[in-house]
Nanobody, 127 residues
Framework: QVYLLASGGGLVQAGDSLRLSCAAS????????ISWFRQVPGKEREFVAG????????YYEDSVEGRFTISRDNAKNTVYLQMNSLKPEDTAVYSC????????????????????WGQGTQVTVSS
């Protein structure tokens, strides 16, 4: 069982930055992939970025690559999503999820492979 707690959302202007945090607890964290997803009302949840707990694999959705950076702090059991150059279209509820270590590259985007989810944090980017 993995427990996840997302935080760090807020209201910012276009071009600003935010850092989201996903605090994780549970057994065998180093055997999981932690990913960020986002969802806007009326649309399906979409993958944003993922990282293996050992840092061995990273993957980004095309629209955020180069602007967002995912990282982890093993000592704090926390995964971060640094979001720079935010755009109004980045507005969404962001959630973190834990999936099996076998996920790598584009397979990190398969939402149904993630059994553990944290609550969401709202990110609103004004133009």
């Amino acid at each position: 069982q993995v427990y996840l707690l997302a935080s760090g959302g807020g209201l910012v202007q276009a071009g600003d930055s935010l850092r989201l945090s996903c605090a994780a607890s549970g057994v065998g964290l180093n055997t999981y992939v932690i990913s960020w997803f986002r969802q806007v009302p009326g649309k399906e949840r979409e993958f944003v970025a993922g990282i293996r707990w050992d840092g061995g694999s990273l993957y980004y959705e095309d629209s955020v690559e180069g602007r967002f950076t995912i990282s982890r702090d093993n000592a704090k059991n926390t995964v971060y999503l640094q979001m720079n150059s935010l755009k109004p279209e980045d507005t969404a509820v962001y959630s973190c999820a834990a999936g099996p270590y076998s996920l790598t590259g584009h397979s990190m985007a398969y939402i149904y492979d993630y059994p553990f989810w944290g609550q969401g944090t709202q990110v609103t980017v004004s133009s």
